[in-house]
């Protein structure tokens, strides 16, 4: 297990990952593999660990240090490349920020709230990372912000800023947002939560349009079953941090075979 090779690993790959918020063990030797161009969701009650999972795939969070990294693992690799790294006294061990950021750009997120630049419009708010991050040409970066805000049904809200727009649609400005970037893997965090009810199935829609229309590698935290059972290929279940079941939406949804599983399923139903 701990002679791994980089031909070995998954294209998402936690090896035995530890994440502790101080005296809180929230992943405790987690390990998990994800093909490219698997959509996964991720299900479980609140506080088994599935959004720190995604944030730290964003790095937003990073793995809690242990003795003789990889070996013992208590990493995750992206593509074959340890991708988390380890902070202890303010150093970074295991990968060096600048190969951190390159390897962030592979991923994009969607939150819960939105988290829209609120003094940008609709269009500034999609081009702003392709031209500061990836340095793309301005024009060219309004050239696929358009097609990407065309296919999200925003085209005729360019110029309006977020507080203008309704939930519903500034999450879809959000999932532009995020797919501007190009991205290999999209984190979705429980993106329908905060909206009112009427306004979920155009978000939705609009997902399964990015699932079916891309090979994009998918990570879904959502209570909405119906659309994990649409768009997902494999669901895994989590408890305090352990993954307690897992297999495709439609055995994990119509025949759950461990306790908690069914448990979680007839709380949310
Ligand atoms: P889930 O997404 O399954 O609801 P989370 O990953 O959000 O679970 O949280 C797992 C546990 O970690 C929870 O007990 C939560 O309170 C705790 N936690 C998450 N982030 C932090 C943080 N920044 N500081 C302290 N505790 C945190």
Redesign the pocket.
């Given at each position: 297990m701990s002679n791994h090779t980089a031909n070995d690993r998954k294209f998402i790959d936690f090896d035995r990952v530890v994440?502790r918020?101080?005296d809180?063990t929230?992943l405790n030797e987690l390990s998990l593999g994800i093909d490219k161009g698997e959509r996964v969701t991720?299900i479980?009650?609140?506080?088994?660990?599935?959004?720190?999972?995604?944030?730290l795939l964003m790095t937003l969070?990073h793995v809690t240090p242990i003795k003789h990294a990889e070996e013992n693992g208590g990493v995750i690799y992206l593509d074959g490349k340890p991708y988390s790294h380890t902070e202890k006294n303010g150093k970074l061990h295991v990968a060096h920020e600048s190969e951190l950021r390159d390897r962030r750009k592979k991923v994009g997120m969607v939150f819960q709230q939105f988290n829209l630049f609120p003094n940008m419009n609709v269009l500034r708010n999609v081009t702003e990372a392709p031209v500061h991050a990836l340095k793309q040409d301005k024009d060219k970066a309004a050239e696929r912000a358009k097609e990407l805000l065309d296919m999200v049904g925003l085209s005729d809200k360019l110029d309006h800023y977020p507080s203008q727009l309704s939930g519903g649609q500034q999450q879809r400005v959000a999932i532009a947002r995020a797919l501007a970037m190009d991205p290999e893997v999209l984190l979705l965090?429980?993106v329908t939560s905060a909206l009112d009810p009427e306004l979920v199935a155009d978000v939705l829609d609009v997902l399964r349009d990015v699932a079916s229309s891309s090979d994009i590698t998918m990570l879904i935290?959502t209570h909405e079953m119906s659309f994990a059972k649409d768009v997902s290929n494999r669901v895994m279940m989590?408890d305090k941090?352990v993954i307690v079941e897992e297999g495709a939406p439609e055995q994990i949804f119509n025949n759950p075979q461990e306790g908690r599983t069914q448990d979680f399923l007839r709380a949310v139903s």
């Open positions: 994440k918020f101080g809180l929230v991720l479980g009650p609140s506080g088994s660990g599935k959004t720190t999972i995604l944030r969070e965090d429980e935290v989590f941090g």
